[in-house]
Nanobody, 126 residues
């Protein structure tokens, strides 16, 4: 069972930046697509970004395109989310997730991912 541990959340003013990181315990990290999801109060969890197992493909929700960048360092078993030009509507708990299958197609649905971190709070003040 892989352990995913997120860090980097916090409180920031609108227009500011934060960088989230997620470190995985499994040495097979580089075999799996990784994703970031978020859940705002009273809303369903939604996909933010995903990156393929080899880093060759990236996918973003329309709401964050051009502002967020997902990256991974397979040697450090870490996936990161650089968030710039933050808006109050970005306020949510952010979750790191690992694909259910090795070397799969990069998906954007919750059901595509089988392991989840505990989440980290991001709060953007106006």
């Amino acid at each position: 069972q892989v352990q995913l541990v997120e860090s980097g959340g916090g409180l920031v003013q609108a227009g500011g930046s934060l960088r989230l990181s997620c470190t995985a315990s499994a040495r097979t990290f580089n075999n799996y697509n990784m994703g970031w999801f978020r859940q705002a109060p009273g809303k369903e969890r939604e996909v933010v970004a995903g990156i393929s197992w080899d880093g060759g493909a990236r996918d973003y929700a329309d709401s964050v395109k051009g502002r967020f960048t997902i990256s991974r360092d397979n040697a450090k078993t870490t996936v990161s989310l650089q968030m710039n030009s933050l808006k109050p509507e970005d306020t949510a708990i952010y979750y790191c997730a690992r694909d259910k299958e090795r070397w799969g197609r990069l998906g954007r649905l919750e059901v595509d991912f089988g392991s989840w971190g505990q989440g980290t709070q991001v709060t953007v003040s106006s």
